[in-house]
């Protein structure tokens, strides 16, 4: 069965050098999983908005992206399917609020395979949680950068980023394009492309 999934996702691999986001009208356009279709047809999703057309391609791809639009524009969507397409085995989903217990983190968090959190907790748990390694990870996610920074949080993305492997994918979202943002990109993304949506007149 395990042999069947393989080939089902080499298929879909091997579409991702003729992707046309250009021409992409329907989610069914781009060569995701039929699990993630499924999903996004029953959450009524169907046609990507426009920052999801232009950077679920080049994310799928595997190159770093620099998306900017505003807010309320679908850019959730635009990181969460690129990573679904990326988990081939069970996920654990690993949602921190702020003021959950650390220790019970600290146990959970080497079997994880997707964390969402705050720059701080993360940086927290490189240093303190001795059981937890950034050093496979594939993918990274900063999403709402320009809030991200801020709120003053430069320093401590810049330690996170030094702690992880540079063989990683990077995307970055943001409602804004700041200088902050723009230098962030520089010092976090490998030859990214840059997508920036802009608001109708
Ligand atoms: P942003 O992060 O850019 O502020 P969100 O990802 O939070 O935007 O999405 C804003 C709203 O748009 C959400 O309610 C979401 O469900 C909806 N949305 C996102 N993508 C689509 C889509 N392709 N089709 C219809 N609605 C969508
Ligand atoms: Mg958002």
């Given at each position: 069965?395990?042999?069947?999934?393989?080939?089902?996702?080499?298929?879909?691999?091997?579409?991702?050098?003729?992707?046309?986001?250009?021409?992409?009208?329907?989610?069914?356009?781009?060569?995701?999983?039929?699990?993630?279709?499924?999903?996004?047809?029953?959450?009524?999703?169907?046609?990507?908005?426009?920052?999801?057309?232009?950077?679920?391609?080049?994310?799928?791809?595997?190159?770093?992206?620099?998306?900017?639009?505003?807010?309320?524009?679908?850019?959730?969507?635009?990181?969460?399917?690129?990573?679904?397409?990326?988990?081939?085995?069970?996920?654990?989903?690993?949602?921190?609020?702020?003021?959950v217990d650390l220790k019970n983190e600290s146990e959970k968090i080497?079997?994880?395979?997707?964390?969402?959190?705050?720059?701080?907790?993360?940086?927290?748990h490189?240093?303190e949680t001795?059981a937890?390694?950034?050093?496979?990870?594939?993918?990274?996610?900063?999403?709402?950068?320009?809030?991200?920074?801020?709120?003053?949080?430069?320093?401590?993305?810049?330690?996170?980023?030094?702690?992880?492997?540079?063989?990683?994918?990077?995307?970055?979202?943001?409602?804004?394009?700041?200088?902050?943002?723009?230098?962030?990109?520089?010092?976090?993304?490998?030859?990214?492309?840059?997508?920036?949506?802009?608001?109708?007149?």
């Amino acid at each position: 069965e395990w042999q069947v999934e393989k080939e089902v996702i080499q298929r879909l691999v091997n579409k991702y050098n003729e992707i046309n986001a250009k021409d992409a009208e329907r989610f069914s356009d781009f060569p995701i999983s039929k699990n993630t279709l499924r999903g996004l047809m029953e959450a009524q999703y169907r046609q990507p908005t426009e920052i999801q057309r232009q950077t679920i391609g080049f994310a799928l791809q595997g190159k770093d992206v620099l998306g900017a639009a505003k807010t309320g524009s679908g850019k959730t969507l635009a990181f969460l399917i690129p990573v679904s397409t990326q988990l081939f085995s069970t996920v654990y989903l690993f949602l921190t609020p702020v003021g959950v217990d650390l220790k019970n983190e600290s146990e959970k968090i080497h079997r994880t395979n997707i964390i969402i959190c705050t720059p701080g907790r993360l940086l927290q748990h490189m240093d303190e949680t001795a059981a937890f390694h950034a050093s496979d990870l594939h993918m990274l996610v900063l999403d709402e950068a320009d809030r991200i920074l801020d709120m003053g949080f430069a320093d401590t993305i810049n330690a996170i980023v030094e702690n992880l492997p540079k063989t990683r994918q990077t995307l970055l979202f943001s409602a804004t394009q700041t200088k902050s943002v723009k230098d962030l990109a520089r010092l976090s993304l490998k030859d990214p492309e840059y997508v920036w949506v802009h608001e109708k007149a």
